[in-house]
């Protein structure tokens, strides 16, 4: 199976650019009409208040229209989390695709709180569409066939928790998104360096260091390269240096243009922001092995575990082809350079190099830095990317071995199977395939693991016990884990004024108990999570043999 001689290749198919828009085509609006089928996730509203927040300073710094003002004002105090933002806690977060979505609400003027989340799962889901189209021409540049290029970026997009995610994580996969964008040009100017490639990596490095710290990440890295570079190629630095200049300049002033916060002391205050985030004080426990741990100080295998475990089995075999076969490579270079003998033989190799380590940079710095982490390994979305990148070096190193025809025949007969699997598990999922686990722990993962951290569950467990109970009175229901449930209850209009919610107080009265076991201590020992046997289990959501949440209902 060697995909240099498939049929659609970049120099045989003459309608091969229509097969491949056709492909993204269906898949956006697939996309598209499936937005409103996801529940809000507990970071939501805090992210919406902060686009409110820094679009009213915005508007009120360039503007006097004072009716506007007024009307955001309003608007703003009415929302959770701005009173404390009022009070100077948490500006120092990234705003750019926060504020975003907050233009485009009002630009839209969407009255109702329900449609201005679905409008920003939409926008959440564009940006990872167009980051899906950057990652196909990396791969296309990276292998230079189509069929290849597709098949990969399929396995981008496909993902079960990745792909849930794409549509309601305004924070991680928006990051990662513009990452892709980033990483498309950073890889294009360490092949050919120009001016275009320079402003725009300069660009989305810096918009992606302006949703989260951590994009600074990528500018080091390609700093790195080109030093690099510079060493193994002679007079490069003298050559090349005013582009050295133009991304010293442009990278700074567009972190500081797109970054409010950074407007009345750029400097002190990206300090700030920067040890805030490089090990953020949440000193709670995760569910861990079946431990409970504190997420200051987890495991050095936390992330690693965590990418095996809800990884498609398929994902991880070729990724750890790619990986083994490009690190040797990396290895053998590295201890045979000399004056006549450099890192990298050609331009293939240079990429590879630079994407295995921006993949391993974090996890290295997470480790060595004891970095608090929660909710999986969504705090390192962003090597995503780089983890499909080293699952198409592994699949291509495969197909082209010099296997009979029969053997290569049963591996495509293989990867068919197995995609074929992988959307299978899709659509089982949805829209819960942020809960999905591998065969490996599946049948075990509510023993080992948390389940549902974001809380898209809560929203499908409120309509269940509204269009059940009997009355049309008020009913009350307490929360006994770690979930804010009034937040999911924003998406449920009028019929959230038929549900009393109540978080973490203890009595017998209530006449419903939600719990989707998300604790931020060991349940054992809080007692705000006990559920008496005045009550019976009323309701489970599960997927495959995933509980997501349950609600019990009084005797």
């Known amino acids: ?40 996730s507990i970071d939501e509203p805090f992210h919406r208040t902060n686009g409110y927040y820094w679009y009213l300073n ?3 710094k360039f503007s006097s229209d004072y009716e506007l003002i007024n009307l955001l004002k309003n608007k703003l105090e009415n929302m959770h989390w701005a009173k404390e933002m009022a009070n100077g806690q948490y500006l120092q977060y990234g705003v750019f695709f926060d504020v975003l979505s907050t233009a485009i609400e009002e630009f839209l003027r969407i009255d109702k709180t329900r449609d201005a989340f679905i409008v920003k799962h939409s926008l959440t889901f564009i940006i990872f569409f167009i980051s899906s189209i950057f990652f196909y021409n990396i791969i296309l540049e990276r292998f230079k066939n ?61 918009l992606a260091t302006d949703i989260r710290i951590m994009g600074i990440l990528l500018f080091c890295m390609y700093l790195i390269f080109l030093i690099i570079n510079s060493l193994e190629e002679k007079y490069y630095l003298r050559k090349n240096y005013k582009f050295f200049l133009i991304l010293f300049f442009l990278y700074p002033l567009f972190v500081f243009l797109f970054w409010p916060y950074l407007w009345d002391d750029p400097v002190q205050n990206f300090i700030f922001a920067f040890k805030s985030f490089s090990n953020y004080g949440w000193g709670a426990h995760v569910l861990y092995l079946g431990e409970f741990v504190k997420s200051n100080n987890l495991p050095w295998h936390y992330i690693p575990v965590w990418v095996i475990v809800s990884s498609p089995v398929i994902f991880l075999i070729f990724f750890f082809i790619g990986f083994l076969k490009t690190f040797t490579l990396f290895f053998n270079n590295f201890i045979n350079t000399s004056e006549t003998n450099n890192l990298w033989s050609d331009i293939n190799e240079k990429k590879d190099f630079f994407v295995i380590f921006f993949f391993l940079m974090p996890v290295i710095l997470v480790v060595l830095l004891n970095s608090t982490l929660y909710g999986g390994w969504r705090h390192v979305y962003f090597i995503y990317p780089c983890f499909v990148y080293l699952i198409g070096i592994g699949l291509n190193f495969i197909s082209n071995l010099k296997f009979r025809i029969f053997y290569k025949k049963v591996l495509s007969a293989f990867i068919f199977c197995a995609l074929a699997f992988n959307i299978y598990n899709l659509i089982k999922f949805h829209p819960y395939q942020n809960i999905y686990f591998n065969i490996l722990v599946e049948k075990k993962a509510n023993k080992l693991f948390e389940i549902d951290y974001w809380g898209l569950g809560n929203l499908r467990a409120l309509n269940y016990i509204e269009k059940n109970k009997k009355e049309d009175n008020l009913v009350t229901v307490r929360t006994a884990s770690f979930t804010p449930l009034n937040y999911s209850s924003l998406m449920m209009g009028n019929k959230n004024k038929k549900l009393f919610l109540i978080n973490g107080t203890v009595d017998l009265n209530q006449d419903f108990i939600f719990t989707n076991y998300i604790y931020e201590n060991d349940p054992r020992y809080e007692k705000k999570y006990f559920i008496s046997n005045n009550y019976d289990k009323f309701y489970t959501l599960k997927k495959g043999n995933v509980i997501i949440n349950e609600i019990y209902k009084k005797k």
Do not use: H, W
């Not at 199976?1 to 097969?19: L, R, T, V």
């Not at 950073?186 to 092949?191: E, I, N």
């Open 58 to 60: 915005i508007v009120k």
């Open 1 to 40: 199976m060697n995909f240099n001689n498939i049929s659609i290749s970049i120099s045989n198919k003459k309608y091969s650019n229509i097969y491949v828009a056709t492909i993204f085509i269906l898949y956006f609006f697939a996309g598209l009409s499936i937005v409103k089928d996801f529940g809000l």
């Open 146 to 206: 189509k069929q290849f290029s597709i098949l990969i970026t399929f396995f981008y997009v496909t993902s079960p928790r990745i792909f849930a995610e794409s549509f309601y994580n305004c924070k991680d996969i928006v990051f990662m998104s513009f990452c892709v964008y980033s990483l498309y040009f950073c890889l294009k100017s360490l092949d050919k360096i120009k001016v275009i490639n320079i402003v725009f990596f300069a660009l989305f490095a810096a």
